[in-house]
């Protein structure tokens, strides 16, 4: 006796119907049930384990055969059904109780090979009809299974909508995780200290935090990873691009975030330039050396003070004067009254930049249709494509929504510029480290010589000529005004800076 479902053994009369067939039939026969064997699985399924069980037995000749309900309750894959007859043929007993066949005359066997067949392809055709439905569903921009973690079902043909209570708390479980300063195993305790749950209401597991952290539905996007596909939700997203990208950074170690037993500030942020190894931080008497550990730069070394003298020295150069400072102000000031007057004008910048996304991605749609890409290479163009409409309308949304004021990123990033100095000396740690990965992309050693490479906005703030009072020279072309005008077409672009660390 078998069931599709475990949904439909406890809901249908399907199996006691189907026992009392069976009891009628062996009645008839003169036949003797000496054993059971239900099950709740669809017979579509190869490597059923009562079906298992059940074969095991008879080819150890515990019986002399075996009552079945109807062919289709039996089998619905070939594979099965070959097993099947490789016991009649051995001489074991077959009956179903709902088919008058002679399985040992030829015609009788004929008449069940093409039921068994018929029920075979019903399966295929039913596999390939749900497919249908999945695949509709999720170009229409709905997600046809369960919910992650962070949103609710609503129903068939209806969009996911983020869970009041699980929502924040998976997005703040990016937000940290994105700040570089937590290893899964401790977040895991964390958003539990928190109070997130996972869908049957137990822990969230380090695999199941690794499968949300990697999940981009969080982001407005359904991607389907049997096929590789992926779709445009119509879902709202619970976190931008941006965060989802740089999480995945760490996760794949493209930023580093390791949990050691010494916190020591330096850690993976100092390269040789001989080997392209990072140092490692060793204590010594009292002190802490940095070290490239191979054979051929042994003398590549540098004590965490003298790095720590030259960090101060070269922070010291994003410090403004106060004249830098009313003029920063004072056209800033003038910035955000023109942006606001252009507001509407980038606006339809934005939407432009979306319908010509949108208009890729219909021909590059059309290529493949037309057999000029193979599907391989469609999925994977067709996957940036909708990440880069994604972030797009990431930035529409923060502009509608008066989140996305350029001359207010600008503020935050002359604000952090210019108190980096006091903020590395008054941090934690684990705080520098985080400043340090915002402010510079790298530190290179060689033998004893240490150099810092600013990232890019830094960069220009650190290389503005000054006299030698420190002071802006009156005789240089590049003005406080023409500096700030560089830094908004920067930061027009919405690159990611943390500016969360200049919160206590």
Partial sequence: MRVSTTKQGERSVS???QKSAIERYAI????????????????????RPIWNQMLKGLRGGEVRGVIIHKIDRSARNLKDWADLGELIDSGIEVHFANEALDLHSRGGRLSADIQAVVASDYIRNLREET??????????????????????????????????DKGPLVKKAFDLYGAGQWSI?????????????NLTGGRVTIPGLHTILRNPFYTGVMRIRASGQTYEGIHEALITQNLFDRVQDILHGRVGTRVNVHDL???RFITCVSCGNSLIGEVQKGNVYYRCHTRACAKTSVREDTINTLLVDKLSGLTFTDREKAQFTSRIAEMKTLWIANREHELQ??????EQTTERLNRLTDAYLEGVLEREMFEERKAGIIKERRALQDRRADYEANRASVPDELKRFVELAGSANSLYQAASIAKR??????????????????????????RQIADREKDTDGAPSTEIGRTSALLLDQLF??????????FSIMDA
């Fill in 433 to 458: 480290r985080r400043l340090l990965r915002t402010l510079m992309s790298n530190c290179t050693i060689q033998q004893k010589k240490v150099e810092f490479t600013w990232q890019i906005p830094f």
């Fill in 185 to 197: 195993p401790t977040l895991v305790d964390e958003l539990y200290q928190r109070g997130l749950r």
């Fill in 489 to 498: 077409t920067f930061f027009a672009e919405r690159p990611e800076i943390d």
């Fill in 265 to 267: 500030p330096f850690r």
């Fill in 349 to 354: 910048g934005l939407k432009l930049k979306i």
């Fill in 131 to 164: 497919k249908k439905g999945i695949y509709g569903r999720l170009k229409q921009g709905f997600y046809p299974f369960r919910a992650p973690i962070g949103y609710r079902d609503n129903g068939a043909a209806k969009p996911k909508t983020i869970d009041p």
């Fill in 15 to 17: 199996l006691p119907e």
């Fill in 28 to 47: 008839r026969s003169n036949l003797t049930i000496v054993r059971w064997f239900e099950e709740q699985q669809t017979a579509a399924k190869k490597g």
